[in-house]
């Protein structure tokens, strides 16, 4: 998250034993309305949580850097106040472009609150 400015805005960190899955405690930054997460700050939390799916696919690329060529957010419910957590999965990781899907939820997996898709372009050094 060191490298991600509005990660450590967000207060967005990784749960303990792994390190692609992310935490977003409700707090006041992130209020839309009232007892309600704003739509920015769970589609800013999906792009940190593909960002860093993405970084440790990479591995030992980790100086590769990655450019966004495309975000594409689905919001399916509201976000309500409490803590959300979030996952990024590369679903393709090719020489010069990536794709990856995020989804976003509070109490069950199953149902998220949000998801997206989102491509990136790759330059290796």
């Not at 450590?8 to 839309?32: C, E, K, M, Q």
């Not at 309305?33 to 970084?55: D, K, M, N, T, Y």
């Not at 509201?78 to 109490?107: E, H, Y």
């Amino acid at each position: 998250m060191d490298g991600i400015p509005y990660a450590r805005f967000l207060g967005v960190t990784a749960v303990d034993g792994d390190p692609t899955l992310l935490s977003l405690p409700y707090a006041d930054s992130v209020i839309g309305r009232p007892g309600f997460l704003h739509g920015g700050a769970i589609g800013g939390f999906l792009e940190v949580a593909s960002i860093i799916a993405l970084r440790h696919a990479l591995g030992i690329e980790s100086d590769a850097r990655i450019k966004p060529i495309n975000l594409t957010v689905d919001f399916m419910r509201g976000g309500r106040d409490k803590p959300t957590f979030a996952r990024g999965i590369v679903t393709r990781l090719g020489t010069r472009v990536a794709n990856v899907d995020a989804s976003a939820w509070q109490d069950d997996p199953a149902r998220p609150i949000a998801a997206a898709r989102m491509n990136y372009l790759i330059e290796r050094a």
